[in-house]
């Protein structure tokens, strides 16, 4: 692979990697959990189903008390976990996009238009 290649996917996928960390760091918003303030109590959330506040909330509550325990600050192990499930998503969705390149497995990441231009 030439450089030029190498470089357009180096850029792609640290925009990539951008993106998903903003959506998941949206998506902790919408749970009560931000890095910069106290969190919202999960219980005065309207806004979540039963599933998110009683399954959900308390199972990423737990992951980010890991990477506290492990002797992060709170908005430090916030971060972690963004970073982290941000990384998880795009590594699980590039390996489906290369599964479904070498033809092991029919469309399900992009349309065929987005596959030619890439």
């Given at each position: ?85 941000a990384y998880t ?30």
């Amino acid at each position: 692979m030439d450089k030029p290649a190498k470089d357009a996917i180096h850029d792609l996928v640290l925009g990539l990697r951008k993106t998903l960390e903003a959506e998941v760091e949206r998506e902790l918003g919408r749970y009560g959990i931000t890095a910069d303030r106290a969190w919202i109590d999960a219980s005065t959330l309207s806004r979540l189903s039963a599933k998110e506040r009683d399954e959900d909330r308390p199972r990423i509550e737990a992951t980010i008390q890991r990477e506290q325990d492990a002797g992060l600050d709170p908005a430090a192990a916030v971060r972690v976990f963004i970073r982290e499930t941000a990384y998880t998503h795009m590594n699980r969705l590039l390996g489906l996009k290369c599964i479904e390149v070498r033809g092991l497995t029919q469309r399900s990441v992009s349309n065929e238009r987005i596959c030619e231009s890439a």
